[in-house]
Structure formats: C-alpha cells, structure tokens
C-alpha cells in the first residue's frame, strides 16, 4: 500500500487512513460477515455429525483440552446453609 509501518495512528493523513480502511474492505472478512462465515462453519459441523460438532453442540471443548480442569473452572461456588439462613433472618 506504500505506507511506512513505523508511522503511529495519529500521524496519518485522511487519505491514508481510507486507504486502509478500502484495502481491508476488499481483502478482509470482517464484522458481520466474518460472525456469520464461522456460525455456518459451525452449523456445518453440526449437521455432518462429526466429532468437532457434536462437541460444539454440548458446548465442550474442541479437542486435547484436560475436562478436569475445565470442570473445575466452571463450577459454581457452594453456598452454605448458614449463608442462606443469615440472609433470610436479617432485620428489615
């Protein structure tokens, strides 16, 4: 594109910024369309039945990821009888 990579943001010019913003308009994916091209993906993998998508349809992980630690990761923490009775005798 003939724009020096060292420059900063700020020094641009208004030409070189919609230059930019054209090349990646033209080359690039992205926004909405880059959103809707991985949901087909995914929706693709789904309806193949393949392994990739039935783990996205459980909302596991992909592959070679340790489940242990990713259980632990989600649980909720545990709140204790006391706790609960605390807050439902508190004074008004």
Do not use: W
Not at 50 to 78: E, N, S
């Amino acid at each position: 594109m003939g724009i020096d990579t060292s420059r900063r943001v700020n020094e641009l010019s208004d030409s070189e910024v919609l230059q930019i913003r054209e090349h990646i308009d033209a080359n690039l994916t992205v926004e909405g369309d880059l959103r809707r091209e991985v949901q087909m993906n995914i929706k693709r993998l789904m309806d193949l039945g393949c392994y990739r998508g039935d783990r996205f349809g459980r909302a596991l992980p992909r592959a070679r990821i340790r489940m242990r630690a990713l259980a632990a990761d989600r649980q909720v923490p545990a709140v204790t009888q006391a706790a609960v009775t605390a807050k439902v005798h508190q004074p008004l």
